[in-house]
């Protein structure tokens, strides 16, 4: 008797089951239909390691339904629909939203940060005031390349260091971009064994360990309680973050003179005080948590993203030497070999500048970001329910046959206009790098700066090429990561004839 009540009970749960997902996805967008407990994670878990999400695309199109055990998640894979999702009138904030299991343990670690935190008056908020501080900073664009040249000189030693000058890019890439975001943030000009360097180096690697473990805590959530090394790796990564940035807040706080932007902190708290004076709501949270939050946005998500970003791009540099001597070529004919480069100098690089965005579209560096929904939406006629994570596939956007012809090959000319002119950075809809709409990176000036500085600068002075008898690197990318950085693979930097010492 007990055995039939179980089976009914089962077979009633097991129907009720099947005609709920029906009924929540059949105005939905397609996609696989969830496992019972599991969702779609088993259909994820076997399409790729690494690309699971592209790989579904090639079957269920260019919008898809995925179920998780915390909610539902749709898949956008076209510049059209990511630009319907998040710029459509009426409609950019109903994607605005993080919810803390979503992206969970990510929000554990940042804390109180732009990238991160839910929507709300709090986020609005903090958001106007790095906007501000960043139109404030940005308008000293110009001195902000200068200061890059501390970080540049830093690599060109560390190149100089190494036994005929091999080395591993990211190994110097990551630490030298810690100590320009750095000196931009405080004015202070930090050594590459500095502590600050060593922390934000090892809350990187927490982080990209982290990687696979979003979808991890959602199938079971009472693992966030349990003593893992991943919950220990959690921990360490906040206790990095309390000791690096509210000390260094405080610090500049009390010498802070209204009026003076000495750097970019100062611009942050500038801006929070004139956005303040302007704000009626009063669940905005506090200063001394929003402003080491977005000093923590700054070094963690700027130095992550542009290091890989050149990782990348050096990686294509020696398998492609016909780009580089293009490079070469141009940076001789623009900047001579009397002088180094300097940012006047961009707007006659534009090779250059085009080599660094076809990097960013072709590299498959982010696969999916996204938000959640605030608010029942519709997306291309679906219905798109409150809650719902809303992923952004830029891997699928940037390599989508319909935007770039031929998407698999490394093609810088493809930002160049007819006259040989970098048509920018923004001039190609589904260029998506840096995100779309209100939720996009407010940073982005910052890294292009960046990119710039330590391109131009490395390849102006040097060659690059793999070590006699290295076997070719491979692009695929091995692991599943944050942000997805190339194998590591060493090159040798060759020494080009100049004029000039740095």
Same mark, same amino acid.
């Given at each position: ?209 982290? $990687?696979? %473990?979003?979808? /991890? ?10 003593? &893992?090394? +991943?919950? *220990? #790796? ?119 500048? $085009?080599? %660094?965005?076809? /990097? ?10 996204? &938000?959640? +929904?605030? *608010? #029942? ?126």
């Amino acid at each position: 008797m007990i055995v039939e009540v179980l089976v009914t009970l089962f077979l009633v749960w097991f129907i009720w089951f099947f005609v709920d997902a029906y009924m929540k996805r059949k105005n939905m967008p397609p996609g696989p239909f969830p496992y019972p407990f599991l969702g779609n994670i088993p259909q994820i878990m076997s399409a790729d390691p690494v690309r699971p999400f592209s790989k579904l695309a090639e079957t269920y199109g260019d919008m898809y339904t995925l179920t998780f055990p915390q909610g539902m998640t749709v898949i956008l894979n076209t510049a059209t629909l990511v630009r319907e999702a998040r710029l459509a009138p009426g409609k950019q904030e109903d994607l605005m939203g993080k919810t803390p299991d979503s992206i969970y343990p990510f929000t554990e670690i940042m804390g109180d940060n732009l990238t991160t935190c839910d929507y709300s008056p709090a986020h609005t908020f903090k958001r106007k005031v790095f906007v501000s501080a960043m139109h404030t900073f940005g308008a000293g664009l110009e001195q902000a390349a200068v200061r890059a040249g501390h970080a540049v000189n830093l690599a060109m030693n560390e190149i100089e260091k190494k036994p005929d000058r091999h080395f591993s890019p990211k190994s110097i890439l990551e630490s030298c971009f810690v100590v320009q975001l750095w000196e931009w943030l405080t004015s202070e000009q930090i050594s590459l064994s500095d502590p600050v360097v060593k922390d934000m180096n090892e809350l990187g690697e927490i982080l990209s360990r982290c $990687a696979v %473990l979003v979808t /991890v805590y959602q199938l079971l959530p009472f693992l966030r309680y349990l003593p &893992t090394s +991943a919950n *220990r #790796d959690i921990k360490r990564a906040e206790e990095i973050r309390e000791k690096v940035f509210p000390p260094s807040y405080r610090a500049i706080q009390n010498s802070y003179t209204a009026g003076t932007a000495r750097h970019l902190t100062d611009s942050f708290i500038s801006a929070y005080q004139k956005e303040l004076a302007k704000e009626i709501r009063k669940d905005i949270g506090t200063k001394d948590t929003a402003i080491p939050g977005l000093m923590m946005n700054v070094v963690v998500v700027g130095s992550e993203t542009t290091s890989t970003w050149l990782t990348w791009f050096f990686l294509y540099m020696v398998l492609f030497p016909k780009v580089q001597r293009k490079i070469h070529e141009e940076l001789d004919e623009v900047v001579g070999r009397d002088r180094v480069p300097n940012r006047q100098d961009a707007e006659n690089l534009p090779y250059l500048q $085009a080599a %660094l965005c076809e /990097v960013g579209r072709i590299c498959r560096m982010v696969e999916v970001v996204g &938000t959640n +929904a605030i *608010r #029942d939406t519709s997306i291309a006629g679906y219905h798109i329910p409150k809650g719902t994570f809303v992923g952004l596939n830029i891997q699928k956007v940037h390599e989508n046959e319909r935007d770039w012809p031929e998407p698999r090959k490394f093609k810088p000319e493809r930002f160049l206009d007819e006259d040989g002119k970098f048509v920018g950075w923004t001039k190609k809809n589904a260029f998506l790098p840096f995100g779309i709409g209100r939720r996009e990176c407010p940073g982005q000036p910052l890294a292009r700066v960046s990119m710039y500085s330590f391109a131009s600068a490395l390849l102006h002075r040097y060659e690059f090429d793999l070590p006699e008898g290295a076997e070719m690197p491979s692009i695929k990318v091995s692991i599943p990561q944050v942000v997805a950085r190339p194998d590591d693979y060493l090159v040798v930097a060759k020494p080009r004839e100049l004029n000039v010492e740095f």
